[in-house]
């Protein structure tokens, strides 16, 4: 391309003339060529459209909505594209984040913004595409709740791929009725498969089997939340959020004032609130996620968990991992959902969304078997998912708690955090309930909520683990050879678990035996895990893991004995104990049942 273009250059006419120079002015005549040639060149270099770009501009999309790949357009592309390069750059910590959050002594009747409040609210959800959950299951107790959704308050499209074990947490938790999980589920599929490059295929029943319609589900909670008298500001943004001794005041940036005795940010991964809590620090580790739906899958009955059709490779001047997912989508029997991802360590040199999308062109159609000819692009998905090792983000201010993405419950090797929402859904609503009828609202009761959980820490292994870089001196196919040696080790030791950990649940036991089969197995694969992960990882990952343990003693032995005693004791010492008992059995995993 480069070369056909540069010869067009050198032959275009100038005034109609073709220029045959004779000697003596050859040397004039070809500055004068260059310089047009590269004024030229230059403009027919940025006229030309991506493939991406292409594509997405040739797709009819509706409105954007809240929440993570809510988002379709290719302005909407290249505005995250320019997010990412801002955490990618140089800076160790990027420019300081607003003030979103201020703390005050004395009451709110001190304060101007208490005679201008618009309601008053037991709860304020900040962020109401996942808020919703929460919302609903609080005002479900009989609690005053409002939610602030800086969009119009409705689901993405592109479906959320889960298992009914998950969503049956939604009816625990009081927030759908068994029937609705009927309603929502868009389509259902199995078996589900587990592959790295060629080294053998896993094959597994029920996970991440259902296509849930985001639409439907979120209208029918929202329709729930509305009915049990609860309030939507829709189109509305946090401003501010003053706290008080006795309540929290929230000025929406459409100047409406909002007074609560407790605020939860909902806000997702880009979080103003979190923006200022981290100091604007960089994340850890990312996710990064393109995909699309496709019409023109002939073969479309089974789903991809987690996949990887080849080894490490190059984008750019950076070096990463693809892996991939794929799962029927509902909208119809020949259409199909794609995603490709890989996990970074953000750096100047990391690829943009767009250069990953430019290689899934490349990739998928090869991936499924399929020509990019025969297929309908539907929709075009992108997104980032920051995570941070100290997660999840306790909470730093009184009267303030984070839920959901903003709170970073959900595992560093999974993106979207629906399923880790469902799985905490009831623990956090009970919680959060008795904190607020015990008036339990500063930071540290409100950090409970959110405690130390050492199965969540010790996922940040797989993640560097399944992280491509620089210079690791380990051959380019072994994070597969890693990860087939331990899918096929979890095979071998059976369901116990192999599915917890594909629902990204660690418990100690599986993974002392995965481990141990490992290495019992394939010694030699030891050294090159030491230079792909890095001692200094591997040593604080062993605390991780040995607190894993420590968890699973004290919820399976001392739990029964403190539990029995909890009723004897006063309000807070018990609220504080029932948290703690809470920690040992969600942070060892031992909440997950077969």
């Known amino acids: 391309m480069l070369s056909g273009t540069t010869m067009m250059v050198s032959l275009r006419p100038f005034n109609g003339v073709f220029p045959y120079p004779s000697k003596h002015s050859l040397v004039h005549r070809n500055r004068q060529t260059a310089l047009r040639g590269t004024i030229y060149m230059s403009a027919q270099t940025q006229a030309v459209p991506s493939r991406t770009q292409r594509i997405m501009e040739s797709i009819s999309v509706s409105g954007e909505v809240g929440g993570a790949g809510g988002a379709y357009s290719y302005n909407a592309l290249k505005r995250l594209d ?3 390069s801002s955490i990618c750059s140089t800076q160790t910590v990027q420019q300081a984040p607003q003030q979103v959050v201020s703390s005050f ?6 304060s101007v913004l208490a005679e201008k409040q618009l309601d008053k ?5 900040c962020g109401g595409t996942l808020g919703i959950f929460i919302a609903t299951a609080l005002i479900a107790k009989g ?10 308050l409705k689901g993405r499209e592109q479906e959320w791929n889960i298992s009914r074990k998950e969503l049956m947490e939604l009816v625990e938790a009081g927030i759908l009725d068994e029937d609705d999980i009927e309603e929502v589920t868009a389509v259902s599929f199995n078996p589900n498969r587990c592959g790295f490059e060629n080294k053998g295929e896993i094959w597994v029943e029920d996970i991440l089997n259902l296509g849930v319609s985001p639409v439907k589900l979120i209208e029918i909670v929202k329709k729930r939340f509305v009915s049990f008298g609860g309030v939507i500001f829709e189109g509305c943004s946090v401003s501010s959020i003053s706290i008080y001794d006795d309540t929290a005041i929230l000025q929406l940036a459409e100047e409406n004032i909002l007074s609560s005795r407790l605020i939860i940010d909902a ?7 979190v923006k200022q809590i981290r100091g604007g620090r960089k994340p850890d580790g990312v996710c990064l996620v393109v995909g699309s739906c496709a019409r023109g899958f002939k073969e479309n009955s089974t789903s991809d968990v987690i996949y990887s059709s080849s080894s490490v490779k190059k984008v750019g001047n950076a070096e990463v991992q693809y892996f991939w997912e794929a799962f029927p989508a509902g909208s119809g029997p020949l259409d199909r959902t794609t995603y490709m991802f890989t996990y970074v360590n953000p750096q ?9 999308l430019e290689d899934y062109w490349d990739l998928m159609p090869k991936y499924q078997g399929v020509s990019m000819d025969s297929l309908e692009i539907l929709r075009v998905i992108y997104g980032i998912f920051p995570t941070y090792r100290d997660s999840p983000l306790p909470a730093a201010f009184n009267r303030v708690l984070q839920f959901g993405d903003a709170s970073g419950i959900q595992s560093p090797v999974s993106f979207g955090g629906f399923g880790s929402l469902t799985r905490h859904l009831g623990r956090l609503s009970n919680g959060i309930y008795e904190a607020i009828d015990g008036d339990f609202l500063d930071s540290y009761s409100l950090s409970l909520l959110n405690p130390y959980m050492p199965n969540l820490s010790a996922s940040w292994l797989f993640q560097r683990a399944m992280s491509a ?3 690791s001196n380990v051959p380019p196919d072994f994070i597969n050879e890693l990860l087939d040696i331990n899918f096929k080790s979890m095979e071998r030791l059976g369901d116990p678990v192999l599915r917890p950990f594909l629902q990204d649940v660690i418990q100690f036991g599986p993974l002392a035996k995965t481990l141990g089969l490992v290495m019992l197995t394939k010694p030699q694969i030891l050294p090159s895990i030491f230079k792909q992960v890095d001692i200094p990882v591997l040593i604080d990952w062993s605390r991780h893991f040995f607190m894993l343990g420590y968890y699973t003693f004290l919820s399976t032995y001392m739990d029964p004995v403190i539990r029995s005693w909890l009723n004897g004791l006063p309000s807070k010492v018990k609220y504080e104990w029932k948290r703690h008992l809470e920690a040992w059995k969600y942070g060892s995993g031992l909440d997950y049942r077969l």
Request: glycine letters at 6%; one cysteine or more.
């Open 121 to 125: 609210c037991d709860v304020v959800v």
């Open 143 to 152: 609690l005053k709740v409002c939610i602030v959704e800086r969009n119009i």
């Open 82 to 84: 320019g997010i990412w």
């Open 469 to 471: 870089k620089k210079q």
């Open 267 to 273: 806000m997702g991964n880009f979080s103003p609130v």
């Open 105 to 110: 002594p004395g009451v709110s009747s001190h």
């Open 348 to 356: 100047p040199t990391s690829p943009k969304l767009e250069e990953l």
